[in-house]
């Protein structure tokens, strides 16, 4: 049986790279990736915890967040297409769609 603390950790190193890839990345599909390791990392959390609980109501949250990160990955790489046909990239600092 793994241990919580163990699975903790786990979790904070997959959220630190998810982070760092947000942070230092400028292609807008690895951003988008990063933000799927994040949402992982939240989703270990929710089933270590929901164990260490005898509860199903972290696994029950964690459907629902793999839910929501399938809508979030559809919609996101929909806008990375409209942004690849009209600017003919996808790197995030070249993008200036939103600025005045």
Not at 30 to 47: D, G, P, R, T
């Amino acid at each position: 049986m793994i241990r919580l603390p163990l699975v903790l950790l786990f979790s904070a190193a997959l959220f630190s790279i998810g982070v760092y890839g947000v942070l230092a990345r400028r292609n807008a599909v690895m951003v988008l990736m990063a933000i799927e390791l994040m949402l992982n990392a939240v989703n270990v959390n929710l089933v270590g915890f929901s164990q260490l609980w005898r509860d199903l109501a972290g696994q029950v949250f964690a459907l629902f967040v793999i839910a929501v990160a399938a809508a979030e990955v559809g919609i996101g790489l929909a806008i990375v297409l409209l942004i690849y046909r009209n600017r003919e990239t996808i790197d995030l600092s070249e993008v200036s769609l939103l600025k005045w």
